[in-house]
C-alpha cells in the first residue's frame, strides 16, 4: 500500500513525467496531502497524461480542489478522471465542475462523494450545460449525483426553457 511518503517518492523520482499517460493509485492510503503533492510535484509536469485512477484513496474536497485545479488543469489529453469512493464533498464536486469544459479530450468521468449537497449537484448539472463539454463524455458511476452512467450527447441542449431547467427535468426522469 502507497502512503504518502510513497506519493512524495514516486512524484520526486519520476524522471520522465512527459511520458505518462496512464497513473492508477487506486486502493492506496493517499489522503489529501498526498494528492496535494501528486499534484504539484507530479502532475504539473505531466501533459500528456490520459488516464488518472485515484479510485478509494480517502481523498477529500481539499485533495480534490488541488488535484483538478492545479494537477491537471493543463491536462488536454485527459480522456479517464476515476475518483469514486472518496469523500470529495460539495467543494470537490464544484472543482470538478468547473474543470470539465477545459478537459477537451474528456471520455470519462467518475466522481461520486458522500454527503454531497443539492447545491454541489446543481453546480455539477449547471456545468454539464456549457456547450465546451465534450459531446461523448460519460458520467460513470456518479451514485449520488446521478443513477448509472449518462452520456452527454443525450443530453437536452435546446429547449424553449433554460438548459438547466431542461436537464433538471431529463435527469429526474432516469
Known sequence: ML??????????????????????LSYNSIDDDGATVL????????????????HNCGIGA????????????RAPRLRKLRLSDNPVGD???AAVARQLKWWRALEEVNVCGDSVSAGARE???????DPRIPPGLQLAHLSRLFRGSV???????????SPFQAL???????
Not at 499534484?39 to 485515484?54: G, K, S, V
Not at 453546480?123 to 450545460?129: D, E, G, N, S
Open 3 to 24: 502512503f504518502r511518503s510513497g506519493v512524495i517518492a514516486l512524484a520526486d523520482g519520476f524522471a520522465a513525467p512527459e511520458q505518462l499517460q496512464k497513473l492508477d
Open 39 to 54: 499534484a504539484r510535484r507530479m502532475l504539473r509536469r505531466c501533459p500528456n497524461i490520459a488516464e488518472l485512477e485515484l
Open 62 to 73: 481539499r485533495g480534490t480542489v488541488v488535484l483538478v485545479t492545479e494537477g491537471l488543469h
Open 91 to 93: 467543494e470537490g464536486i
Open 123 to 129: 453546480c455539477f448539472v449547471r456545468a454539464l450545460c
Open 151 to 161: 452520456p452527454v450527447a443525450s443530453l437536452p441542449r435546446r429547449s424553449t426553457r
Open 168 to 174: 433538471l427535468k431529463w435527469l429526474s426522469r432516469i
